[in-house]
């Protein structure tokens, strides 16, 4: 059977016209074998433009289209619906990509004219094979896992509940509450950090929409959007949540009382084995630290906390619990973790006393911190003067070449608080000030006019002079070294991926990128989704944000779980790889290939099996199967051998 | 019945398959039986002037083995073609190009060069080059032609049926000899040998696949039950049609692929890279080289039959096929 191919060449304004000859990619584009009209149009994915193609297939009976245009990531879906306007699949088009591939990589006319014609004889000889195929619909679970439970997790999970759907909300801590539950006060308008995250936490803990599964993790994912499988481990706390009041007796009897450095409290203050978290924690329960606790590691002790806690509710037969939990879209809001200031040891932290990273200064401001909210020495004086340092691990070639967004703001924060609670001079070094979000620069010039001396220079060393912590930094408004004696330092360290980033990342089937962050579908208009249908990300798990932001992308990622729950159904691609069993020889190195688990073997049949339903398409399986048994569905090797020669020829 | 006519020739082969066709044992009383042999140089004497004497299709069987290489090769493929009705290409090297066809991953010259100057062995002060032509005193003598490249032999004229192999086993060739006697031969082209990859007929036991570099199998004990793959042998069983019964890792040997590319494999060494390199246990480029370098030969390893039927087909000079 022959194809009537139509094609049609866009102009692209100046993008692509501007170089290329796009006259000439039509007229030679009428001249190849099936094609039987070829036109060039200012904008082809315009209306009129798609009308043009529309109205060819009705009345010259086109039975496939190719596009010469931009790249299908941009206009595909434009022109696939413009052939279905027309009563023709979507998948009987083509796109030869002439802007990105041609016009945009070179000035020279001739070039980008014959390099487009040959990708125009591509598409041409391709589209003859292409086939028609059907998306398909699945039916959507309407409960959302988020995972992970601070600000931007919290602000997803009550947004989905508030709708009226289940939330399964996992934590790997023993209470929600994330980074901002550590912080003090928050910029610009300083309100406390715990006042505006509490009732949060709290309408967590009473939504009758959210299951709340703390201590936990997410093992393993399998299935696809609308219908995933998601197993959560969930570690012992040793402690009968149902019994537990949160009155604490456990921790005040806990023979190791004051003994355990407190994470939560970033090793300033200690704890004991039996602890809550923090006094606002959600759930209000204590836990069992099986690292510490003597009779979990070396199972002797007086028990002291058995005895205390009137509710019996200590528990240490304990064990991890596995579950199984059925979603239909996930939203992860995983967070990030701090720069390790040791690794940049010219920064004197953890060799000299005095020297406290950024959220390690939170703690001490913080009312309920190490020391209630005084900032003190080492030595328990009040500093007298006091160096804040931006960008440590960030804008650094060495470490992390990205802006971690906050820094700048949190430092201005640091220097205010230090201004309102001692006498001390403050110094912040800087190498810009990023002070771009609403009310921000307003609250910098506040602090400037406060008498916080800011000096343009990265802060390049803290040494120790004679027993007395000095800055070094060059001044660059003044052209000047300087060093500065100082009786505490602020390192505000960079906000980098959680060292599990990649398992993660692997458990869930996305992406990351450079930076070590998980990769959104578009860094502009698809901050929030990613490469697997389905799963979406928030916060500072995708890159690093302040708090609106992340307040902001937690209710997008919401929205999505929520459109994807609205709709009852989702579409998935048609592209998919088909494994045929007559040619199939039952070798399995398809097995492993899998991004996303999609095959399976046969036992009887000795046959590797694809589910439709998981496989995206990706083509991993099919370019490593040995005896091509595995085909993908719109990239078949007929079709991909006749572009190749078409583009050859 | 009337007996048939039947010819066997050979090219640039090693004469594995004439073998092959003796080991038939008794059946090849029945192959007397069935035919008149009008050629089979191995078997019986026979000179271009007898075969040029017969009738257009008046041979109703040729099995043809040996790839072609040479202008003498190629005017008796012409000639075969052209007196019998049914024109099998026997074994790997009328199949494929075969182990001569490895050749191509040298030009010409370099050939010559090594094998007529460069050779230990060599006695050639004047470095002289075998020609077409040579005058001498007596007169003219001369030699076929030695092509740049080798071919198969359906490079060179149509052929009616595949027999593949190195050489094609016993069963496979008694299962053609019946298929002759009764006239039940499948429809032309076909390859008269298994549907699927090697791995099909493999008895080893096969698990997902991730290995950490590339063991010949003498340089292991191999595990008999095992795949060898997952044993870091590289096998080319995966992407090689079936229909040998897996006579090589029955014995703890790799299959080498001489049943050439599997039924829906267009390029079997193209496939087997593809395919090895995806178990590779490896997540940076830097490892997967070093992996890489524990493979003796790549290229040699999985064109090992299949070269000149390939996407590469033979060695380029300035990208272009010379």
Same mark, same amino acid.
């Given at each position: 059977?022959?194809?009537?191919?139509?094609?049609?060449?866009?102009?692209?304004?100046?993008?692509?016209?501007?170089?290329?000859?796009?006259?000439?990619?039509a007229?030679?584009?009428?001249t190849?074998?099936?094609?039987?009209?070829?036109?060039?149009?200012?904008?082809?994915?315009?209306?009129?433009?798609?009308?043009l193609?529309?109205?060819?297939?009705?009345?010259?009976?086109?039975?496939?289209?190719?596009?010469?245009?931009?790249s299908?990531?941009?206009?595909e879906?434009?022109?696939?619906?413009?052939?279905?306007?027309?009563n023709?699949?979507?998948?009987?088009?083509?796109?030869?990509?002439?802007?990105?591939?041609?016009?945009?990589?070179?000035?020279?006319?001739?070039?980008?004219?014959?390099?487009?014609?040959?990708?125009?004889?591509?598409?041409?000889?391709?589209?003859?094979?292409?086939?028609?195929?059907?998306?398909?619909?699945?039916?959507?679970?309407?409960?959302?896992?988020?995972?992970?439970?601070?600000?931007?997790?919290?602000?997803?999970?009550?947004?989905i509940?508030?709708?009226?759907?289940?939330?399964?909300l996992?934590?790997?801590?023993?209470?929600?509450?994330?980074?901002?539950?550590?912080?003090d006060?928050?910029f610009?308008?300083?309100?406390?950090?715990?006042?505006i995250l509490?009732?949060?936490?709290?309408?967590?803990?009473?939504?009758?929409?959210?299951?709340?599964?703390?201590?936990?993790?997410?093992?393993?994912?399998?299935?696809y959007?609308?219908?995933?499988?998601?197993?959560?481990?969930q570690?012992?706390?040793?402690i009968v949540?149902?019994?537990?009041?949160?009155?604490?007796?456990?921790?005040?009897?806990?023979?190791?009382?004051?003994?355990?450095?407190?994470?939560?409290?970033?090793?300033?203050?200690?704890?004991?084995?039996?602890?809550?978290?923090?006094?606002?924690?959600?759930p209000l329960?204590?836990?069992?630290?099986?690292?510490?606790?003597?009779?979990?590691?070396?199972?002797?002790?007086?028990?002291?906390?058995?005895?205390?806690?009137?509710?019996?509710?200590i528990?240490?037969?304990?064990?991890?619990?596995?579950?199984?939990?059925?979603?239909?879209?996930?939203?992860?809001?995983?967070?990030?973790?701090?720069?390790?200031?040791?690794?940049?040891?010219?920064?004197?932290?953890?060799?000299?006393?005095?020297?406290?990273?950024?959220?390690?200064?939170?703690?001490?401001?913080?009312?309920?911190?190490?020391?209630?909210?005084?900032? %003190?020495?080492? @030595?328990?004086?009040?500093? =007298?003067?006091?160096? /804040?340092?931006?960008?440590?691990? $960030?804008? &650094?070639?060495?470490?992390?070449?990205?802006c971690?967004?906050?820094?700048?703001?949190?430092?201005?924060?640091?220097?205010?608080?230090?201004?309102?609670?001692?006498?001390?001079?403050?110094?912040?070094?800087?190498?810009?000030?990023?002070?771009?979000?609403?009310?921000?620069?307003?609250?910098?010039?506040?602090?400037?006019?406060?008498?916080?001396?800011?000096?343009?220079?990265?802060?390049?060393?803290?040494?120790?002079?004679d027993?007395?912590?000095?800055?070094?930094?060059?001044?660059?408004?003044?052209?000047?070294?300087?060093?500065?004696?100082?009786?505490?330092?602020?390192?505000?360290?960079? %906000?980098?991926? @959680?060292?599990?980033a990649? =398992?993660?990342?692997? /458990?869930?089937?996305?992406?990351? $990128?450079? &930076?070590?962050?998980?990769?959104?579908?578009?860094?502009?208009?698809?901050?929030?989704?990613?490469?697997?249908?389905?799963?979406?990300?928030?916060g500072?798990?995708?890159?690093?944000?302040?708090?609106?932001?992340?307040?902001?992308?937690?209710?997008?990622?919401a929205?999505?779980?929520?459109?994807?729950?609205?709709?009852?159904?989702?579409?998935?691609?048609?592209?998919?790889?088909?494994?045929?069993?007559?040619?199939c020889?039952?070798?399995?190195?398809?097995?492993?290939?899998?991004?996303?688990?999609?095959?399976?073997f046969?036992?009887?049949?000795k046959?590797?099996?694809?589910?439709?339903?998981?496989?995206?398409?990706?083509?991993?399986?099919?370019?490593?199967?040995?005896?091509?048994?595995?085909?993908?569905?719109?990239?078949?090797?007929?079709?991909?051998?006749?572009?190749?020669?078409?583009?050859l020829? | 019945?009337?007996?048939?006519?039947?010819?066997?020739?050979?090219?640039?082969a090693?004469?594995?398959?004439?073998?092959?066709?003796?080991?038939t044992?008794?059946?090849?009383?029945?192959?007397?039986?069935?035919?008149?042999?009008?050629?089979?140089?191995l078997?019986?004497?026979?000179?271009?002037?007898?075969?040029?004497?017969?009738?257009?299709?008046?041979?109703?069987?040729?099995?043809?083995?040996?790839?072609?290489?040479?202008?003498?090769?190629?005017?008796?493929?012409?000639l075969?073609?052209?007196?019998?009705?049914?024109l099998?290409a026997?074994?790997?090297?009328?199949?494929?190009?075969?182990?001569?066809?490895?050749?191509?991953?040298?030009?010409?010259?370099?050939?010559?060069?090594?094998?007529?100057?460069?050779?230990?062995?060599?006695?050639?002060?004047?470095?002289?080059l075998?020609?077409?032509q040579?005058?001498?005193?007596?007169?003219?003598?001369?030699?076929?032609e030695?092509?740049?490249?080798?071919?198969?032999l359906?490079?060179?004229?149509?052929?009616?049926?595949?027999?593949?192999?190195?050489?094609?086993?016993?069963?496979?060739?008694?299962?053609?000899?019946?298929?002759?006697?009764?006239?039940?031969?499948?429809?032309?082209?076909?390859?008269?040998?298994?549907?699927?990859?090697?791995?099909?007929?493999?008895?080893?036991?096969?698990?997902?696949?991730?290995?950490?570099?590339?063991?010949r199998?003498?340089?292991?004990?191999?595990?008999p039950?095992?795949?060898?793959?997952?044993?870091?042998?590289?096998?080319?069983?995966?992407?090689?049609?079936?229909?040998?019964?897996?006579?090589?890792?029955?014995?703890?040997?790799?299959?080498?692929?001489?049943?050439?590319?599997?039924?829906?494999?267009?390029?079997?060494?193209?496939?087997?890279?593809?395919?090895?390199?995806?178990?590779?246990?490896?997540?940076?480029?830097?490892?997967?080289?070093?992996?890489?370098s524990?493979?003796?030969?790549?290229?040699?390893?999985?064109?090992?039959f299949?070269?000149?039927?390939?996407?590469?087909?033979?060695k380029?000079?300035?990208?272009?096929?010379?």
């Open positions: 059977m022959t194809e009537r191919i139509g094609v049609y060449v866009c102009h692209c304004g100046h993008n692509i016209a501007a170089v290329g000859d796009v006259e000439k990619v007229q030679y584009a009428g190849l074998d099936n094609v039987v009209i070829a036109r060039d149009y200012k904008y082809m994915c315009s209306d009129p433009g798609q009308e193609i529309k109205n060819d297939i009705q009345q010259l009976g086109l039975t496939r289209v190719v596009v010469a245009a931009c299908p990531r941009m206009h879906p434009t022109f696939k619906g413009a052939l279905e306007r027309a023709l699949n979507g998948y009987l088009l083509e796109m030869a990509n002439i802007r990105e591939q041609c016009s945009w990589v070179t000035d020279n006319t001739q070039n980008a004219t014959e390099k487009a014609k040959s990708l125009v004889r591509g598409a041409v000889r391709r589209v003859y094979y292409h086939r028609p195929i059907e998306e398909r619909v699945v039916s959507v679970n309407k409960a959302t896992l988020v995972v992970g439970g601070g600000i931007a997790g919290i602000q997803a999970a009550l947004q509940a508030e709708a009226g759907h289940k939330v399964y996992v934590e790997r801590e023993a209470s929600i509450g994330g980074q901002m539950a550590k912080f006060k928050t610009p308008t300083m309100d406390c950090a715990a006042c509490t009732p949060k936490m709290v309408a967590v803990s009473q939504s009758p929409n959210i299951e709340l599964l703390t201590y936990a993790e997410v093992a393993q994912v399998d299935g959007v609308g219908n995933f499988t998601v197993t959560v481990r570690k012992p706390r040793y949540e149902d019994l537990c009041t949160g009155c604490g007796d456990c921790t005040t009897a806990c023979v190791l009382k004051n003994r355990i450095p407190d994470a939560f409290d970033e090793g300033l203050s200690k704890r004991s084995a039996a602890y809550i978290s923090f006094p606002q924690a959600i329960k204590a836990v069992i630290d099986e690292k510490e606790c003597l009779l979990l590691t070396k199972g002797k002790c007086s028990k002291n906390c058995v005895e205390a806690c009137s509710r019996e509710a528990d240490f037969s304990q064990k991890e619990t596995v579950r199984r939990i059925e979603v239909g879209s996930i939203i992860l809001a995983t967070g990030f973790e701090l720069f390790d200031a040791r690794k940049a040891p010219q920064y004197g932290y953890g060799i000299y006393d005095d020297v406290y990273t950024g959220i390690e200064f939170e703690r001490l401001t913080n009312a309920s911190g190490p020391t209630q909210g005084k900032i %003190l020495t080492k @030595r328990g004086e009040e500093p =007298k003067s006091v160096a /804040i340092l931006h960008c440590i691990g $960030s804008r &650094d070639e060495n470490y992390q070449k990205y971690s967004r906050v820094c700048c703001m949190s430092s201005v924060k640091f220097a205010h608080l230090v201004k309102e609670k001692t006498d001390a001079e403050v110094f912040e070094f800087y190498i810009d000030m990023r002070t771009f979000g609403k009310q921000y620069e307003e609250f910098y010039t506040r602090v400037q006019e406060e008498g916080v001396n800011f000096i343009r220079g990265k802060g390049a060393e803290v040494a120790k002079v027993g007395q912590l000095v800055v070094r930094a060059e001044d660059t408004l003044l052209g000047a070294y300087r060093e500065i004696p100082v009786d505490m330092v602020v390192l505000n360290t960079a %906000l980098v991926p @959680r060292h599990d990649e =398992k993660v990342a692997q /458990i869930f089937g996305i992406s990351r $990128s450079e &930076d070590g962050f998980f990769l959104e579908s578009h860094i502009k208009l698809d901050p929030v989704t990613t490469s697997t249908d389905g799963v979406h990300i928030a500072c798990c995708q890159s690093p944000k302040d708090i609106p932001d992340t307040v902001a992308q937690g209710s997008a990622a929205a999505q779980s929520l459109a994807v729950i609205a709709t009852g159904k989702v579409k998935i691609s048609p592209i998919s790889a088909w494994s045929d069993p007559a040619v020889a039952g070798c399995r190195i398809c097995l492993g290939l899998c991004p996303f688990k999609a095959i399976g046969n036992e009887e049949k046959v590797a099996e694809i589910n439709q339903a998981v496989c995206k398409g990706c083509g991993s399986c099919a370019a490593g199967c040995p005896s091509n048994a595995i085909v993908v569905s719109h990239f078949s090797n007929q079709q991909l051998l006749a572009e190749i020669e078409g583009v020829a | 019945m009337p007996k048939i006519n039947l010819a066997v020739y050979w090219t640039a090693c004469g594995g398959c004439d073998v092959a066709i003796l080991d044992e008794a059946k090849i009383l029945e192959v007397g039986e069935l035919a008149n042999i009008v050629l089979w140089p078997a019986t004497d026979g000179k271009y002037a007898d075969l040029e004497k017969l009738g257009p299709g008046e041979i109703d069987v040729c099995l043809f083995h040996g790839s072609i290489r040479l202008s003498e090769q190629e005017a008796m493929a012409r075969l073609r052209e007196k019998s009705k049914v099998i026997f074994g790997a090297c009328s199949s494929f190009g075969g182990i001569p066809g490895l050749a191509n991953f040298h030009r010409r010259e370099e050939i010559f060069r090594r094998a007529y100057q460069e050779t230990p062995s060599t006695d050639n002060p004047n470095g002289v075998p020609e077409t040579v005058r001498v005193a007596e007169g003219t003598l001369t030699l076929p030695f092509y740049h490249q080798v071919y198969s359906d490079q060179v004229v149509p052929v009616d049926y595949y027999l593949p192999g190195c050489p094609p086993p016993v069963h496979l060739i008694v299962a053609a000899i019946d298929a002759i006697a009764s006239g039940q031969l499948p429809p032309k082209g076909s390859v008269i040998a298994g549907d699927k990859s090697v791995c099909h007929e493999c008895p080893r036991e096969k698990q997902e696949k991730k290995v950490r570099g590339f063991k199998p003498h340089e292991v004990l191999v595990d039950n095992r795949c060898l793959m997952e044993q870091g042998i590289v096998c080319n069983g995966p992407s090689t049609r079936s229909g040998c019964g897996a006579r090589c890792t029955k014995v703890n040997m790799p299959c080498r692929g001489c049943f050439g590319p599997a039924p829906e494999v267009l390029d079997q060494g193209a496939k087997l890279v593809s395919s090895t390199a995806s178990i590779l246990d490896a997540s940076d480029e830097a490892t997967v080289a070093e992996m890489v524990t493979m003796a030969d790549p290229a040699g390893l999985f064109y090992r299949s070269l000149p039927v390939s996407m590469l087909q033979k380029r000079q300035g990208g272009k096929v010379s």
